[in-house]
T-cell receptor, first 121, second 107 residues
Framework: VQLVQSGADVKKPGESLRISCQAS????????IAWVRQKPGQGLEWMGF????????TYSPSFQGQVTISADKAINTVYLHWSSLGASDTAIYYC???????????????WGQGTLITVSS | DIQMIQSPSSLSASVGDRVTITCRAT??????INWYQQKPGKAPQLLIY???TLQSGVPSRFSGSGYGTFFTLTIRSLQPEDLATYSC?????????FGQGTKLEIK
């Protein structure tokens, strides 16, 4: 299993951005993929996830309306999109696969390498 | 949202020490808690799930316990490679919130 994320980017406030997470080594449609934010020197924040099989998506209330998560099954890729970035979006963004190793216990068992997004004028 | 209150935020310990990190949930979450280790400059890695089950490959010096709202992660005999930030996560109710992390330094 591998999750490979797009590279770091520097954007200006108000610009749009889409970052990607390409999965391999397993059946892409069968596992949720989540996005997790980590601001500089801070903890992990669960943003939302998508089930690529049917594109069912759930967002944290903190991120609802701020970002859009989508998936392209043809190329085993999940995206995170902003229509208008702000300085507070400066962070590392991780994608992670959610699985159920036992019963209905859900974990992030594989992570991407992270994508650093810097928003600065 | 369920909040996960983790403590301490940082700690310093010596090789061989026993280290304990705690996490308190603001609602009852049974054993729906995971622990992750994040080494400097790296992505987090799963250590423990369902409160006390070690992920494959995790050394047995790591252990987890707790039920309901109070949970602990214990490192029995600290090793130099345990330098990392440790985070709890509840998987009881979406959003699956994380604690704010504990930065562990080696003296």
């Amino acid at each position: 299993v591998q999750l490979v994320q797009s590279g770091a980017d520097v954007k200006k406030p108000g610009e749009s951005l889409r970052i990607s997470c390409q999965a391999s080594g397993y059946t892409f449609s069968n596992y949720y993929i989540a996005w997790v934010r980590q601001k500089p020197g801070q903890g992990l924040e669960w943003m939302g996830f998508i089930y690529p099989g049917d594109s069912d998506t759930t967002y944290s209330p903190s991120f609802q309306g701020q970002v859009t998560i989508s998936a392209d099954k043809a190329i085993n890729t999940v995206y995170l999109h902003w229509s208008s970035l702000g300085a507070s979006d400066t962070a590392i963004y991780y994608c992670a696969r959610q699985s159920r190793p036992y019963g209905d216990y859900e974990v992030f068992d594989f992570w991407g390498q992270g994508t650093l997004i810097t928003v600065s004028s | 949202d369920i909040q996960m209150i983790q403590s301490p935020s940082s700690l310093s310990a010596s090789v061989g020490d026993r280290v304990t990190i705690t996490c308190r949930a603001t609602k009852i979450i049974s054993r729906y808690i995971n622990w992750y280790q994040q080494k400097p400059g790296k992505a987090p890695q799963l250590l423990i799930y369902a409160g006390s089950t070690l992920q494959s490959g995790v050394p047995s010096r790591f252990s987890g316990s707790g039920y309901g709202t109070f949970f602990t992660l214990t490192i029995r005999s600290l090793q130099p490679e345990d330098l990392a930030t440790y985070s709890c996560q509840q998987s009881h109710t979406a959003p699956h919130t994380f604690g704010q992390g504990t930065k562990l330094e080696i003296k």
